[in-house]
């Protein structure tokens, strides 16, 4: 049964940082792409970032470039975004989602998702 359970979302103020983790159980983490999503209240979700199955690739959203990294520890079956030099509008709900093989960039097509870990950038 595949399960994603995100965590380490909190409030932050404008310029810090914050890694959240997407642990992964179910399927063999190294086969499948993991991508991270973020939903602001009152707008349509939204792709952050994306690493491919065997990390060969990393996508990332315009607005998070330079800032956001994501990596994947397949020892501990974790999928990490770390995001640096927050801004009021990465306030958002934020989930992890899979899905076999490649990611499509920063696009949709996910098989499955985790149920979000809030993150609101405040001063």
């Known amino acids: 049964q595949v399960q994603l359970v995100e965590s380490g979302g909190g409030l932050v103020q404008p310029g810090g940082s914050l890694r959240l983790s997407c642990a992964a159980s179910g399927f063999t983490l190294d086969d499948y792409a993991i991508g991270w999503f973020r939903q602001a209240p009152g707008k349509e979700r939204e792709g952050v970032s994306c690493?491919?199955?065997?990390?060969?690739?990393?996508y990332y959203a315009d607005s998070v470039k330079g800032r956001f990294t994501i990596r994947r520890d397949n020892a501990k079956n974790v999928v990490y975004l770390q995001m640096n030099s927050l801004k009021p509008e990465d306030t958002a709900v934020y989930y992890c989602?899979?899905?076999?093989?490649?990611?499509?960039?920063?696009?949709?097509?996910?098989?499955?998702w985790g149920k979000g870990t809030l993150v609101t950038v405040s001063s």
């Open positions: 690493i491919s199955s065997k990390s060969t690739s990393t």
């Open positions: 989602a899979t899905r076999y093989g490649k990611c499509l960039g920063v696009a949709d097509g996910m098989d499955y």
